[in-house]
């Protein structure tokens, strides 16, 4: 089983809609969660981390649920500038310190 | 900007050449990463140092030797490689081992074996 699944995409959408972006992991020792944008040929950039109380970020939503093992993103209201690979990131601490990436989902949002 | 500064952006060399890969962050994280990223592909971890000292070795072959001065500083020594092993190689940084820290990617550098 893959360490950190994520929807296999891609997703074209029109501008001003709503997307959701769904990851699953499989190690319940996992402490931290991210959500990385990348751009064609660009280094991952942190987009957001994700909490479990859920946490938003202007159009962005994050959620966590622990006892699913489930993370989420939401992006509503979709700009052509969103259009990129959203990586799902699941981060093991103590001395490992390790990031997992899913393979990414690509989103394209057309005029 | 990116504060991870990776050195060269892009690099062509012969399967036959000796070249290194370099990484500088000056945040005074304690914690640098080396991955490897494939066309279409998440990256891959190939090394974690800790404190200036190799924590993981993701089963990476010998021709690339990692390598940390200081505390600053990270590089990436490449010897006799093959053309699989073009890729775009991204450095990162981390403050600490506590759960939220962001990790800091730099821009990467793109690898060309031919």
């Known amino acids: 089983r893959k360490e950190v699944e994520q929807d296999p995409g891609p997703f074209n959408v029109p501008e001003g809609a709503t997307v959701a972006f769904n990851c699953t992991y499989s190690?319940?020792?996992?402490?931290?969660f991210f959500w990385y944008r990348q751009d064609c040929r660009k280094e991952p950039k942190l987009l957001m981390s994700v909490y479990s109380s859920g946490n938003e970020d202007g159009r962005f939503t994050a959620q966590l649920n622990r006892a699913s093992q489930y993370i989420s993103l939401l992006i509503r209201d979709s700009k052509l500038s969103d259009s990129a690979t959203y990586l799902c990131?699941?981060?093991?601490?103590?001395?490992?310190?390790?990031?997992?990436f899913g393979k990414g989902t690509k989103l394209s949002v057309k005029p | 900007d990116t504060e991870v500064t990776q050195t060269p952006k892009h690099l062509v060399m012969g399967m036959t050449n000796k070249k290194s890969l370099k990484c500088e962050q000056h945040?005074?994280?304690?914690?640098m990463y080396w991955y490897k990223q494939k066309a279409k592909k998440p990256p891959e971890l190939m090394f974690v140092y800790s404190y200036e000292k190799l924590s993981i070795n993701e089963s990476v072959p010998s021709r690339f030797s990692p390598e940390c001065p200081n505390s600053s500083l990270l590089n990436l020594h490449l010897h006799a490689l093959q053309p699989e092993d073009s890729a775009l190689y991204l450095c990162a940084s981390v403050d600490s081992w506590s759960s939220g820290n962001t990790i800091y990617f730099g821009e990467g550098s793109w690898l060309t074996v031919v």
């Open positions: 945040m005074g994280h304690r914690a």
């Open positions: 990131v699941v981060r093991y601490g103590g001395s490992q310190g390790n990031l997992i």
């Open positions: 190690n319940s020792a996992s402490q931290s």
